[in-house]
């Protein structure tokens, strides 16, 4: 079975930044479509930014111009840097994976943002 491991999140103060990443069991460059999910608390899962093999990036507005997604498939690895953090950024932030037919989920990394 595929899976995913999230890694990167932590505490960062306001204006700070951090790099997620996402290691996949196997090669990404079978992904169809790799996306970036976050979830605060009381929240619903929100989608973050989605990314096809291509390399098209699609992040949401409260992120565009701060978080950039990236890759590298020699180590099966998606990454997402995110800069000039705000507190309404703390969430939970999930990776997931669009193979063939069937989607993947990591277990999330924590990201909390101070004022």
């Known amino acids: 079975q595929v899976q995913l491991v999230e890694s990167g999140g932590g505490l960062v103060q306001a204006g700070g930044s951090l790099r997620l990443s996402c290691v996949v069991s196997?090669?990404?460059?079978?992904?169809?479509?790799i996306r970036w999910f976050r979830q605060a608390p009381g929240k619903e899962r929100e989608l973050v930014a989605t990314?096809?093999?291509?390399?098209?990036?699609k992040p949401v507005d409260s992120v565009k111009g701060r978080f950039t997604f990236s890759a590298d498939n020699a180590k099966n690895t998606a990454y997402l840097q995110m800069i000039n953090l705000k507190p309404e950024d703390t969430a939970v932030y999930y990776c997931?994976?669009?193979?063939?037919?069937?989607?993947?989920w990591g277990p999330g990394t924590q990201v909390t943002v101070s004022s």
């Open positions: 196997e090669s990404i460059a079978r992904a169809n479509m």
């Open positions: 997931n994976a669009i193979i063939q037919t069937a989607s993947y």
């Open positions: 990314s096809t093999s291509s390399g098209l990036l």
